[in-house]
């Protein structure tokens, strides 16, 4: 195995429970992943030569053929050091993560492996490494990060300018030139044995341009032309122009899974959800053994209006799970398919929400393998269920067992707000959405599901520190505001600076509305009392090096 693969990954400091979990990912997983593959794997922390370990990162970084990047935990140098490998180069790069962790926006739009330590569940998580890495290594002019997609002008590898690299570029290309000279001799020889003719016609007899003219139109049909035919007119011209070009593309024969895979995206980001099921079906009929397609594929049908897309997308998830109808809901049957069991099951909840089947949810949730009965996202769903059963006891306390297996889940804190909310537990559930802001102050999502909570609600902190409500419509709108304006700092999407918009609009803010749309800070007296207290808590949380997700109740006495 002389190609190389470098591991970046969080390797637990000193935190030795944490080191060792780390050290079993990458010994169990990452390791044996990168190996199937035909690739000698090297971790810089646990490398035991001499020298300076930046410039050592750095030069593995750039030299590697293939970087594993483990992002779980978003840790700091893990990121940094996927930039530099982003600049460096324009693909080879895996992406894998936790399966209970949440990913940094900034990656989330390209291709990442979730892997879970269950025992059970390992095989699966090293074979979707190996492959990963081998369709990099196959594809190396296909972009796998947002350096190279913004700025496709770069060159494949950054180490491949100046003037040595292009000397060293200049010997190779002769180097080429003269084996493929003396194979075309040997060829000739061959030829002229075979067919003492060969040779005798006239260079008219063969059309040099209409060779050509074939190479280039298979060229312009492979999957990196097609989407960027595809991407360029949904910049330049909108929705319409990509629906009409997605005709032409959608008809080459070279097109893989990954070239589905974003034009699936595309195509949702331009709100095509017609066309973005008719790629899919097209995706599946040409990939039919494509667990990734087929997960797309469900969850465009369970973004359709229409009941029998939905309908059909249910019965294949639940046929590929093995799941089992009885007198008391589905329960697994016992075998299990080769697709992701934890994101199959969500979207499987989905399907049995739209259709009211709340007691299906809650069946199915108590018979979840072992290794996600104790995962966050299960456990939300069944008490969602629950609540919506008038069952409200049984659903807070599932909701409260989700939140201590892992308190800094902000999705689980909010859908546990919104229950606090229809329980008329108003101010708790106010609570409730700074611990989800103090979990993750950096997702404007947050901010606007405050903004708009106020509002809707009446309910924010005063001076005194204590949750007070409901408030009249202008009070509101004055406090609502200031967390409209945060999110708006964060965001980075034109889709949420307009569902900001929106907000203020609904609630009346229509000045700031105008003035955030156009790109200018708001003018009006604005009561940024609860914002205040927020940045407060969190600056002291930097302070005290504490983690938000301990779930620090905002309790009276702790205020004054």
């Known amino acids: 195995m002389s190609s190389k693969c470098f591991v970046i990954m969080p390797y637990g400091g000193d935190d030795p429970s944490t080191r060792k979990h780390f050290d079993g990912v990458y010994q169990s997983i990452i390791v044996p992943g990168a190996n199937q593959a035909g690739y000698e794997v090297k971790r810089s922390d646990i490398s035991n030569e001499p020298g300076n370990?930046?410039?050592?990162?750095?030069?593995?970084?750039?030299?590697?053929?293939?970087?594993?990047?483990?992002?779980?935990?978003?840790?700091?140098?893990?990121?940094?050091?996927?930039?530099?490998?982003?600049a460096f180069r324009k693909s080879g790069t895996v992406h894998i993560v936790d399966a209970a962790y949440k990913l940094p926006f900034d990656v989330r739009q390209y291709r990442v492996i979730e892997y879970s330590t269950d025992l059970a569940e390992l095989p699966e998580a090293i074979k979707a490494i190996a492959e990963a890495v081998r369709k990099r290594?196959?594809?190396?002019?296909?972009?796998?990060?947002?350096?190279?997609?913004?700025?496709?002008?770069?060159?494949?590898?950054?180490?491949?300018?100046?003037?040595?690299?292009?000397?060293?570029?200049?010997?190779?290309?002769?180097?080429?030139?003269?084996?493929?000279?003396?194979?075309?001799?040997?060829?000739?020889?061959?030829?002229?044995?075979?067919?003492?003719?060969?040779?005798?016609?006239?260079?008219?007899?063969?059309?040099?341009?209409t060779l050509l003219d074939e190479a280039e139109a298979i060229m312009e049909s492979t999957g990196e032309h097609a989407i960027l035919k595809l991407r360029q007119a949904l910049d330049n011209q909108g929705p319409k122009a990509l629906?009409?070009?997605?005709?032409?593309?959608?008809?080459?024969?070279?097109?893989?899974?990954?070239?589905?895979?974003?034009?699936?995206?595309?195509?949702?980001?331009?709100?095509?959800?017609?066309?973005?099921?008719?790629t899919l079906e097209v995706a599946r009929s040409r990939h039919p053994y494509s667990n990734e397609l087929l997960l797309h594929f469900v969850d465009a049908l369970d973004d359709s209006p229409n009941p029998e897309d939905q309908e059909r997308g249910r019965l294949i998830i639940e046929?590929?799970?093995?799941?089992?109808?009885?007198?008391?809901?589905?329960?697994?049957?016992?075998?299990?398919?080769?697709?992701?069991?934890?994101?199959?099951?969500?979207?499987?909840?989905?399907?049995?929400?739209?259709?009211?089947?709340?007691?299906?949810?809650?069946s199915l949730a108590d018979t979840v393998p072992d290794s996600l009965k104790r995962d966050p996202a299960i456990l939300r769903n069944k008490a969602n269920?629950?609540?919506?059963?008038?069952?409200?006891?049984?659903?807070?306390?599932?909701?409260?067992?989700?939140?201590?297996?892992?308190?800094a889940d902000d999705q689980t804190i909010l859908w546990y707000a919104s229950f606090l909310d229809d329980q008329g537990k108003t101010a708790e559930a106010y609570e409730e959405s700074e611990n989800a802001l103090l979990a993750d102050a950096e997702d404007p999502r947050l901010w606007i599901h405050m903004a708009i909570q106020?509002?809707?609600?009446?309910?924010?902190?005063?001076?005194?520190?204590?949750?007070?409500?409901?408030?009249?419509?202008?009070?509101?709108?004055?406090?609502?505001?200031?967390?409209?304006?945060?999110?708006?700092?964060?965001?980075?999407?034109?889709?949420?600076?307009?569902?900001?918009?929106?907000?203020?609009?609904?609630?009346?803010?229509?000045?700031?509305?105008?003035?955030?749309?156009?790109?200018?800070?708001?003018?009006?007296?604005?009561?940024?009392?609860?914002l205040a207290f927020l940045m407060k808590r969190m600056e002291e949380i930097k302070a005290k090096d504490r983690i938000p997700g301990e779930r620090q109740q905002v309790a009276a006495s702790d205020q004054e």
């Open 53 to 86: 370990i930046t410039h050592d990162i750095i030069r593995d970084l750039a030299d590697a053929d293939i970087v594993i990047a483990d992002l779980t935990q978003g840790n700091a140098n893990v990121l940094f050091e996927l930039g530099i490998r982003h």
């Open 137 to 209: 290594a196959d594809r190396p002019n296909r972009a796998d990060n947002p350096v190279h997609d913004a700025i496709p002008e770069l060159p494949l590898d950054l180490r491949a300018t100046g003037d040595e690299a292009i000397r060293r570029q200049l010997e190779t290309t002769e180097r080429e030139l003269e084996e493929l000279r003396q194979e075309n001799e040997k060829l000739g020889k061959m030829i002229a044995t075979l067919d003492p003719t060969a040779g005798t016609q006239s260079g008219s007899a063969i059309d040099v341009g």
């Open 243 to 278: 629906a009409k070009e997605l005709r032409n593309v959608l008809d080459s024969p070279y097109l893989d899974e990954n070239d589905f895979a974003e034009i699936n995206i595309l195509c949702k980001k331009a709100g095509l959800e017609g066309h973005r099921r008719a």
């Open 319 to 362: 046929q590929r799970l093995g799941i089992e109808h009885g007198d008391d809901g589905p329960r697994f049957g016992g075998s299990f398919s080769s697709l992701p069991l934890r994101q199959s099951l969500l979207l499987l909840f989905n399907f049995y929400k739209r259709a009211g089947k709340y007691d299906w949810i809650a």
């Open 385 to 407: 269920s629950l609540a919506s059963m008038d069952r409200q006891g049984e659903a807070e306390a599932v909701y409260r067992e989700a939140l201590e297996i892992d308190p």
């Open 454 to 530: 106020i509002f809707n609600r009446g309910y924010y902190r005063e001076k005194s520190g204590r949750i007070e409500g409901p408030f009249p419509r202008k009070a509101r709108v004055a406090a609502m505001v200031p967390f409209a304006l945060r999110a708006a700092e964060l965001s980075n999407s034109a889709e949420q600076m307009q569902e900001i918009v929106r907000v203020l609009v609904r609630g009346d803010a229509v000045e700031a509305a105008q003035a955030i749309a156009s790109g200018q800070a708001p003018q009006g007296d604005y009561d940024d009392t609860s």
